[in-house]
């Protein structure tokens, strides 16, 4: 008794509690990244297509959830039938007992789609212009051929659509604006300019629109016969398709070229369905653009205000007051640095603005509402605190002697920075900027207020001038996060988009801090210095 | 080819100017952080700004019976018995075309207008109209001279007897399918007080209905409901009787202590504005009070001299107009605050403009006396913000955050409680999760761990600070509620499982040799727990359905709901501090970590060499020297879960509930804002209000993380001295 009393009082046991304590958390870390990297790369992997016959009738599908048997309530396996036009859900919830044995058939196909999801089923005929061409078996295989073709037709559609037609728009939209600015003075003639040029745009567009149509047409011409398990019908043209998967017919090779075209579809298209499908290129790009407005911000107000309270500033009370509070600064919530943004930036400033410059565009506002600029400005503002404490580190670590000598050669204080100072701070600063661009890219709550939307119809930069439009709304990967998981119509079918986002966003901004640390670390163990 | 004196002058002068740039630069940066402070305070303090009264015109108006004012504070339509409907422009006073029309003067009787321009007229021939005062503005069009009054009459209604006095009338719209609108009048007729219900229209003599009441009660006044199915009476024995016409029941009955002289209701009708012979103001309604509805007093007003005499009430929020012979004011019903008082110059008849910002006043000799009120935001004052307030309909004063409602008539209710009340919960629940395990964890890596450990725990936590709290968010409200709702049970098990492995185990490892011990053993615990985590794991996943089918009866929920009274809410306080737990955890764990490895190592190799245990030194060397760090640790730590938005708007219902139990969710001041402010209208109350609370989160974290800082470097500079 007494040894256990003695070996309780060295307290030998309680280092293994201390110790478990230490890896629950790293068990929660692991699990996490983990969690999220094996639920986000397993969905591109295509599944087989699975038919059981349950009490309702046939079911395929993949398996995409199991639950097993508890209490009363028997097991389920959960199937993605798709079919969200025929049977109004996508997944569906079948009890395991009483289902016959699970086959795969091998004529079984996943068709993704331009809407509603995916067709699970089979291939009967394909048609064009109306007669059947092949029928059968024979009809997957030639469908996959057409397909190529006429995808290629319906991005020639898509690229006019957006390129062509959204020019004309683009100018007769700015006619209109001059046109009502001209109506408020009554100059007729000018007016009557204006309106031949709209007449002219018109008649432009009308011919586009022709041209658009006819190869639609010519794209809609293959029509796919399709049938469900459970024997339902649906004809679909072929231009809706956007891949065809033989998911029971496929070799490993198969399967993998499959994976990489999913995943690259996913970080290069723009997204489909709500974004439930497609691509998050978009947000990729928003956040890549955000970030680099927010950096060009960032650290010439981060650098000139840590430069200031160490090297030219009078080092007394204020001054250390002063630095605790951009310190503190960087503890203050982010949703703080939103409202902030939201009242001062996009109302005050942008309805200046929108009053001195843009005044014929209102009541429709153009910078009085959220926009890129802001939200960069924003994000600046809260990020400032981690480069200005970075800076001093970096300009605290530069050997007293070196500017020493530089000042003893005759150099001014200001040589002295440039030449000598700066460039050996220079590492120190880039990792400030590294933490605050992984800081601004995991941030979202202040973008939701200054300028982040669910779908943007165009993005930051485009062809047009002035090519980066500073006033437009932008997508972001973290809000997409949020709005895909939350807001969407489908959550369930768009839970394999939120976690992919997640693990982008994570490892880019992992990736980041990891750069960041061991860049300070080795800073750190070379200079060693007195502000560490 | 310059001179050396060239170069160094310019070098000079590139030098001042660099000066003078980067201290214009550094002073700007440190102003915009301080601008940001002040400009959320400016945001946020108009709601605190007392109301201004600037008395207006003054004119002379001849005598007149009521009045009404237009929305736009421009015109005013002034009606009486003798002279019928006329306007005049405000502030000038010069007359507007009359309209025409309307029953033969003059009138017998007339009740003033209410806010919204409805008047009772008894023409010559004895008839009852209805006039609805409207003005038709054409577009666009400011200048009243161009207005049109056009009352529209409608009514004719043939009574069969005169009553000595209309008491109040009541107007019921039409419904769909046919029927026309009617109306409700109730009066003090021969033998007592009597009602009736007429279509508005010229039609049969329609006779009263008496209405029986109680012996001894003389009724001085009376109000019908919005309905037009019960009726509140005043009676000059100072009682307040509520009746239902249709059947005669008395509903409800209240003692208002002096004779009751004037009733009136606010927006809404829901509650009636009682004002007394003695000036006594207060405000009754009939609310549900736990099982029964019970009719009382729930706002009292500071008194006026002199009977009051009459109300208006504003058609855009809660306040009234109240006045009597002497003085008139202007109070909100929720708030009790007085937005305005003067003094009047004689007894007559008062209106409020709709929106509750001009007010005139006509004496008995003709004088018009007119006041602007400026209170934008009279539904908030300190008391309503901190206090528990009672809001109509309510049974007794609550704490309520509800901002928006589906109708006109909706009151806004803007507590700060239950929101901080949320932030303090979420903030509890993070740092009992934690705490214990960011601290020992620390303890443990600096003080147990080998230094090939420590370089690979290190880096691991700083990801953990890394992860965007987007990503914790999701996974919580998306997929970690999900998992805890159904394995509830499991989760709860956890720990006790834990320890019985522990338990098991722990023989096993007291017989390996005690040199394996001290080389793979010492400093690498951690690792060597691994996979007794993962048996406990396992032994729940066996464990947990047997304890739900023994104790719970195979349900938890139902369990819970029968034997504790709780109900689970999917989106919890647990799955919330679990998630929150990843945000904070890095924090406390890094400051933490720090100050434990800045111990200097002479007191714990003082301690060792003492003969403690390794255990012992940390336990009661390190830990209590390290302590402010660890306590500016956890201070930071607040200051983090505080201010977390994305995680709670994710992982939590949202609801604005007050209770500390772990299976409900919370509404936290962070993402009350980020849910509210984008669709706040711009400078209105809504939007006030926010700003305070982010003005709040500012100052809170702000001042949080400066204490934790004076206490670290007080620390630092304490450890110099060592």
């Not at chain 1, 068990?27 to 790369?41: P, Q």
């Not at chain 1, 503190?328 to 996009?346: K, T």
């Not at chain 1, 009053?355 to 400032?384: C, E, H, M, N």
Request: hydrophobic letters at 45%.
């Amino acid at each position: 008794m007494t040894r256990l009393a003695e070996s309780l009082r060295r307290g030998g046991i309680f280092v293994w509690f201390a110790g478990t304590s230490l890896a629950f958390c790293l068990a929660m870390i692991l699990g996490l990244v983990g969690y999220i990297a094996a639920r986000g790369l397993g969905f591109f992997w295509p599944s087989p297509l699975v038919q059981v016959r349950s009490a309702e009738g046939p079911v395929l599908g993949e398996i995409t959830g199991h639950e097993p048997a508890r209490g009363e309530e028997t097991g389920k396996l959960q199937f993605r039938v798709g079919n969200r036009d025929i049977y109004g859900q996508d997944f569906r919830w079948v009890p395991t007992v009483g289902l016959g044995a699970p086959e795969e058939p091998k004529d079984a196909v996943l068709l993704e789609r331009t809407e509603y999801g995916p067709f699970i089923g089979r291939i009967t005929a394909i048609s064009h212009q109306g007669t059947v061409a092949v029928q059968g078996a024979g009809a997957l295989a030639e469908a996959a051929r057409r397909l190529p073709e006429s995808r290629r037709l319906l991005e020639e559609v898509q690229a006019t659509e957006k390129g062509k037609v959204g020019e004309l728009n683009r100018r007769m939209e700015r006619l209109r604006i001059d046109r009502k600015g001209l109506e408020a003075k009554g100059d007729q003639a000018a007016i009557q300019a204006l309106d031949t040029q709209v007449a002219a745009l018109q008649s432009t567009y009308e011919a586009l629109q022709t041209t658009i149509d006819q190869t639609r047409t010519e794209a809609k011409s293959w029509v796919l016969d399709l049938e469900t398990a459970d024997g339902q019908k649906k004809e679909l043209p072929l231009s809706s398709v956007v891949r065809i998967v033989a998911a029971n017919n496929l070799s490993v090779t198969d399967r993998l070229g499959i994976y990489l075209s999913r995943m690259w579809e996913f970080l290069a298209d723009d997204p489909r369905e709500s974004n439930t499908e497609g691509g998050i290129f978009p947000a990729i790009f928003g956040t890549v653009m955000m970030v680099l407005v927010m950096s060009v911000l960032v650290v010439p107000l981060g650098v000139v205000t840590a430069l200031y309270l160490r090297e030219y500033a009078r080092q007394g009370w204020l001054v250390r007051a002063v630095r605790v509070a951009v310190n503190n600064l960087a503890g203050v919530p982010s949703i703080v640095f939103g409202v902030f943004g939201l009242g001062f930036f996009v109302y005050t400033l942008g309805g200046g603005i929108d009053r001195l410059f843009f005044a014929d565009a209102l009541p429709t506002p153009t910078y009085g509402t959220g926009g890129i600029i802001w939200a960069s400005l924003t994000l600046a503002l809260l990020t400032v605190p981690v480069v200005v404490v970075a800076t001093e580190e970096a300009l605290g670590a530069v050997a007293r002697s070196q500017r020493e000598a530089s000042l003893a050669m005759g150099a001014t204080k200001w040589q002295t920075l440039w030449n000598v100072v700066l460039p050996s701070a220079a590492p120190g600063i880039l990792t400030g900027l590294i933490l605050a661009i992984a800081r601004g890219a995991g941030e979202v709550a202040p973008l939701m207020l200054t300028g982040v939307v669910k779908l943007a119809p165009s993005m930051p930069l485009d062809g047009t001038f002035p090519f980066f439009h500073f006033d437009r709304k932008f997508m972001h990967l973290g809000f997409h996060i949020y709005d895909v998981g939350f807001q969407s119509p489908n959550s369930e079918a768009a839970k394999p988009m939120v976690f992919m986002a997640s693990l982008l966003l994570l490892a880019v901004v992992v990736v980041l801090n990891i750069f960041a640390l061991n860049l300070r670390r080795k800073l750190r163990a070379r200079l060693g210095g007195s502000t560490f | 080819m310059a001179s050396s004196s060239n170069i160094q002058s310019r070098a000079k002068r590139v030098d001042k100017f660099m000066a003078f740039a980067i201290s214009g630069g550094g002073l700007f940066m440190i102003g915009a952080v301080l601008a940001m402070l002040l400009f959320i305070l400016k945001e946020a303090a108009p709601l605190f700004l007392p109301p201004s009264v600037r008395p207006a015109a003054t004119l002379q108006a001849g005598a007149m019976g009521g009045l009404w004012l237009d929305e736009s504070g421009k015109a005013a339509v002034l009606v009486s018995k003798e002279t019928g409907v006329r306007a005049i422009r405000l502030p000038e006073g010069t007359p507007l075309p009359t309209p025409q029309g309307g029953p033969d003067l003059p009138w017998r009787t007339l009740t003033p207008p209410n806010t919204r321009g409805e008047t009772l007229v008894t023409g010559a021939d004895g008839r009852i109209w209805l006039a609805r005062l409207t003005w038709t503005k054409p577009p666009g069009e400011n200048d009243p001279s161009r207005w049109d009054l056009n009352p529209q009459w409608q009514g004719g209604i043939l009574l069969e007897a005169a009553p000595n006095r209309i008491l109040h009338a009541r107007l019921l719209e039409g419904g769909g399918l046919g029927s026309s609108a009617r109306l409700r009048l109730v009066a003090e007729v021969a033998d007592g007080i009597s009602w009736l219900e007429a279509p508005l229209e010229a039609g049969p003599a329609v006779a009263w209905k008496p209405l029986p009441l109680p012996p001894g009660n003389k009724v001085s006044s009376a109000l019908w409901s919005a309905d037009g199915a019960t009726l509140t009476l005043g009676t000059e024995a100072g009682q307040l009787l509520m009746v239902e016409v249709e059947s005669g029941n008395l509903l409800a009955s209240a003692e208002f202590g002096e004779p009751v002289n004037a009733l009136g209701a606010p927006l809404g009708q829901s509650s009636v504005l009682v004002g007394g012979t003695k000036g006594r103001l207060a405000a009754y309604q009939r609310a549900r009070l736990g099982e029964d509805f019970q009719f009382r007093s729930f706002h009292e007003f500071p008194r006026l001299s002199g009977p009051v005499l009459g109300f208006q009430s504003s058609l855009r929020d809660k306040r009234f107009l109240a006045w009597s012979a002497r003085e008139a004011v202007v109070d909100h019903l929720t708030t009790e605050r007085r937005l305005m008082a003067v003094s009047l110059t004689g007894a007559g008849s008062a209106s409020m403009a709709p929106r509750g910002d001009l007010i005139l006043h006509a004496d008995e000799l003709g004088a018009l006396h007119s006041w602007t009120l400026d209170a934008p935001h009279p539904e908030v004052s300190f008391g309503l913000l901190w206090g528990k307030t009672q809001y109509e309909g309510y049974g007794k004063p609550e704490y309520v955050w509800q901002s928006t409602g589906g109708t006109d008539d909706f009151e806004p209710k803007f507590s700060l409680v239950p929101l901080v009340f949320g932030t303090l919960k979420g903030t509890l629940y993070a740092m009992l999760f934690a705490f214990p395990l960011a601290v020992l964890g620390a303890l443990y890596t600096s003080q147990f761990a080998t230094p090939g450990l420590r370089n690979v725990i290190k880096p691991a936590v700083e990801i953990m600070a890394a992860l965007p709290s987007v990503v914790l968010g999701f996974l919580a409200g998306l997929v970690m509620a999900p998992m805890l709702e159904r394995t509830a049970v499991e989760v709860l098990l956890y720990p006790f499982c834990l320890l019985l492995a522990v338990a098991i185990a722990a023989p096993f490892w007291s017989r390996l040799s005690t040199p394996f011990r001290n080389r793979f053993g010492t400093g690498r615990e951690t690792l060597w727990i691994v996979p007794i985590l993962i048996l406990a794991v396992g032994m729940t996943m066996f464990a947990g359905p047997l304890v739900e089918r023994l104790f719970m009866g195979g349900n938890y929920r139902t369990w819970l709901q029968s034997a504790l009274g709780i109900t689970y809410d999917q989106r919890n306080s647990i799955v919330v501090g679990f998630a929150m737990g990843f945000a904070v955890i890095p924090i406390i764990f890094t400051i933490s970590e720090d100050a434990l490895s800045s111990v200097p190592r002479s007191l714990t190799s003082a301690s060792l060499a003492c003969g403690a245990s390794p255990w012992q030194t940390a336990w009661r060397v390190v830990l209590p020297t390290a302590s402010p760090g660890i306590f500016s640790a956890t201070m930071v730590g607040l200051g983090r879960a505080i201010g977390e938005t994305m995680i709670v708007l994710m992982a939590t219902g949202n609801t604005p509930v007050m209770d500390w139990g772990p299976f409900n969710g919370m509404r936290t001041l962070s993402a009350n804002i980020a849910v509210e402010i984008p669709e706040a209208p711009l400078h209105g109350t809504l939007y006030r209000v926010l700003f305070l609370a982010a003005f709040l989160l500012f100052l809170f974290t702000f001042v949080l993380n400066t204490v934790a800082e004076l206490v670290r470097q007080h620390l630092r500079r304490r450890y110099e001295s060592i």
